[in-house]
């Protein structure tokens, strides 16, 4: 059963959608109405779609109308895609309609700094107030949910998940579906809400958190209306959520209010807060991405020592300084462990501590099971950071022998009962990224997180580390939360 919570489902699932804007000219003149349409036609939304034109018949094979009052039934969602000095001509046509959710990708507002426009917006936000219309925008790129039928543009995948995203930025919306498909995570719900004069950051965290088909929540956010009711909302979350907060320096602040009229706040308050009610916090796309990866697909670890598998020389040295450097710690594994692997690692050009430099050890499937299962009795290592030797082992085994040994290493994630990261480093050859991007398709094939870059994949584990405290923290003050462990499944 979809999530009425807040009497927000109709927004994401409509019966019926108006596109204030839309043309019925192709190439010049071509409007952000029209992609609308088109995107929700990929999308197969099942509902029906009026065109709002005033001289148009038909528009991408739908009868267009004058205006809303002209629609015949119901409306639940209007999207404006017309100028701002038209937009509040058309509300108040909304209004009489009896329309339910009004999207504005119409900018112009406050973000200009313009005190004329400013009282444009407020008079907006009044006008939808007084008629009982919900306001999502001004100035953002708005709904994407594929199992609604929504797309803001055509070339969004079709594919739905357990993930959903609010940002108060459009174009981060559109490159984190964009970046984060390809890596296997499934979008069930991406909304951009930009001004916010009248949803709010909070509104769509609570309608998220309970949301049944909704796993793991994410958030760009540039500045909080309402950081009080936010936080508390965040504090009673049973799901994790990530946040990618924008203006943490003073220029970057700066540009918030201009992008989206938002003001950033104290970034000391903010990080407080976060570690405070359990928010997931990162600072790049790439964290972003790869974070959402991880909570779809790893065990939350014990603890922070991590054994680090796949580096030689000076490999092993930097990738122990980056672990720590994200606040791991690369232990002495335990005698027990070290008197193991010494039964079968070839003593010459190996080392049988951690990190481990054992790769001569790893090509028989034997071998492989045997380090997995010392390490999984080793109190001492609580994740296993496996950095596959890529392209070298690709081109000595050739490619249908190492793809069997891939098919190995994922089924030997299971036998750990630990989290383990694989990274599959980016290679500056074209040659060497070929064979990479086709190995880590193997990975996600088999729903097997990877990380690009040691760096990376050390920060994330990190973070699962913070957010499993914050959990035992919790579990220790009720006893209604999910047990420890692996999240439930955030793509289908």
């Known amino acids: 059963m979809k999530n009425e919570v807040n009497g927000m489902h109709r927004l994401f699932y409509p019966r019926s959608i108006a596109v204030v804007g839309a043309s019925p000219k192709k190439g010049k003149g071509w409007s952000s109405g029209n992609a609308y349409i088109q995107g929700s036609i990929r999308q197969g939304f099942s509902g029906r779609i009026y065109p709002v034109h005033p001289t148009a018949d038909s528009i991408l094979g739908y009868a267009a109308y ?87 543009n055509d070339w969004l995948p079709t594919r739905s998940g357990r993930i959903s995203v609010f940002s108060q930025s459009g174009q981060l919306a559109t490159n984190l579906i964009r970046e984060g498909s390809p890596q296997g995570l499934g979008f069930g719900k991406v909304i951009s809400y930009g001004n916010a004069i009248d949803l709010k950051a909070v509104e769509y965290l609570d309608y998220f958190s309970r949301d049944d088909e909704t796993d793991v929540i994410g958030a760009y956010i540039e500045g909080l209306q309402d950081g009080r009711a ?36 104290s970034q000391d308050i903010w990080r407080a807060m976060c570690r405070q009610v359990g928010i997931v916090p990162v600072y790049s796309m790439n964290e972003f991405v790869y974070t959402l990866s991880a909570l779809q697909r790893l065990p939350l670890p014990a603890g922070l020592n991590v054994a680090v598998l796949g580096g030689a020389g000076g490999g092993s040295v930097t990738m ?57 009795e080793d109190d001492r290592v609580d994740a296993l950071m496996f950095l596959l030797p890529l392209p070298f082992y690709y081109v000595e085994m050739g490619r249908s022998s190492f ?18 990261l694989f990274v599959l480093e980016q290679d500056a050859d074209p040659r060497g990224e070929t064979i990479r991007k086709e190995v880590e398709s193997w990975y996600l094939e088999a729903d097997v997180a990877t990380f690009p870059s040691f760096d990376l994949a050390a920060r994330v584990l990190f973070k699962l580390k913070q957010y499993r405290d914050h959990l035992e923290a919790r579990l220790l003050e009720s006893t209604e939360l999910p047990p420890l462990g692996r999240p439930s499944s955030a793509s289908r």
């Open 66 to 152: 004058r205006n809303v009052r002209e629609i015949p039934g119901e409306v639940d969602l209007v999207v404006f895609t017309v100028p701002a000095t038209v937009a509040l001509g058309v509300l108040d046509d909304c209004v009489a309609k009896g329309v339910k959710f009004a999207h504005f990708l119409t900018a112009g507002f406050t973000e200009t700094g313009r005190p004329e426009l400013a009282d444009m917006e407020k008079h907006l936000a009044e006008t939808a107030r007084k008629g009982g219309i919900r306001v999502v925008g001004p100035n953002c790129m708005g709904l994407y949910c594929p199992d609604g039928g929504l797309s803001f």
């Open 230 to 265: 936010f936080f508390e909302t965040a504090r009673g979350l049973h799901k994790p959520l990530v946040v990618w907060k924008g203006g943490r320096t003073e220029g970057g602040s700066r540009a918030t209010r201009s992008h989206t009229a938002a003001i950033a706040g």
């Open 320 to 376: 122990t300084d980056a672990a720590e450097h994200a606040g791991l710690k690369v232990p002495e594994l335990s005698p027990a462990t070290i008197s193991g692997l010494e039964t079968f690692v070839p003593l010459e050009g190996s080392s049988p501590r951690n990190p481990l430099d054992i790769l001569p050890a790893l090509h028989s499937r034997k071998n492989l099971e045997r380090i997995i299962d010392l390490l999984r």
């Open 403 to 420: 793809s069997r040994w891939v098919d190995l290493t994922i089924q030997v994630r299971e036998r750990l009962g630990k989290p383990i």
